[in-house]
């Protein structure tokens, strides 16, 4: 019993600290990219919840796969708003593109968050050009992935927290 207690202690105290750090992560990209002038800042909060893990090298490759995802998904988005507005087929059309493509250039694993950066920028209220909104949800999100990064190198907690 008591070693299972020991080691109770030790989970709560490992995915405490890793909680702790992605608040932080998240509460520091938002703020500095406010701070920075980028209009919805929190999507650099957000891409950095969705990328940070316990460990500096599953943070990396899913920051990879977030970038190109990202990457992917604005400039397929933007194209189709630029060129169609936010018409439904349209809409539909782009993310099935999307999706092909991620696909067949070997980006599987980011196929689904580029349907969701071109569903941003084709489907969200913006007021501006299309290829403005685009630019602003790379850079939020690439601003995010940097932060979290930054804060995944930070060696605390020490534990590895088996994540699925």
Known sequence: MNRFTNQMRKDVFAHAGQA?????????????????GLPEGYWAAISAIIVMFSDLSRTVKASGQRLIGTAIGVSIGGAF????????????VAVTITLLVCGLLGFADAARLAGVAVAIVMLASHGGRPWTAALH?????????VIAVLFSAIPWPKRVIRES
């Open 81 to 92: 708003a630029a060129l169609f507005g936010d018409r439904l087929w349209a809409f539909a």
């Open 137 to 145: 949800r790379f850079l939020e999100v690439s601003f995010g992935i």
């Open 20 to 36: 702790a750090k992605t608040g932080l992560a998240a509460a520091a990209a938002f703020y500095l990219a406010r701070l920075l």
